[in-house]
């Protein structure tokens, strides 16, 4: 764990000594990619814990050396189907249930993920 605040502390010198639009991103690929590993970790290590889980027909654990707990419960998700909706209320109706908020949204955009976007949508 001292790599990463190491790694940690070492960055946010490099972001505070510079103003280069060029080296911020370039800290943020790198950053990201290391994101990116972490999450794939963090997803392979709760599958396994949940299929172990399972297995054994647990829906709680509770680790006495770290404290940590994990839970498996059931919940749902709702949507609303907003073509039936609109089918069933009339414009003025649907235009006063609807809300709509906005808000800016940034998006950095690597070279190889504009490659797998380029393959999904045949650019």
Do not use: C
Request: overall charge positive; proline content about 1%.
């Amino acid at each position: 764990m001292s790599d990463v605040n190491e790694f940690i502390k070492n960055t946010n010198k490099l972001i505070t000594d510079s103003d280069k639009i060029e080296d911020w991103l370039a800290i943020w690929s790198e950053s990201n990619k290391m994101l990116k590993a972490m999450q794939e970790l963090d997803e392979r290590i709760k599958t396994k814990v949940k299929a172990y889980m399972k297995e054994k027909k647990w829906d709680k654990y509770q680790d006495e050396h770290s404290h940590i707990s994990v839970s498996i419960s059931k919940s749902e998700r709702r949507s609303i189907d907003e073509d039936m909706v609109k089918k069933l209320l009339s414009k003025d109706d649907f235009d006063r249930v609807l809300k709509i908020s906005s808000f800016e949204r940034m998006n950095i955009t690597t070279p190889e993920q504009r490659e797998k976007l380029k393959k999904m949508f045949g650019g």
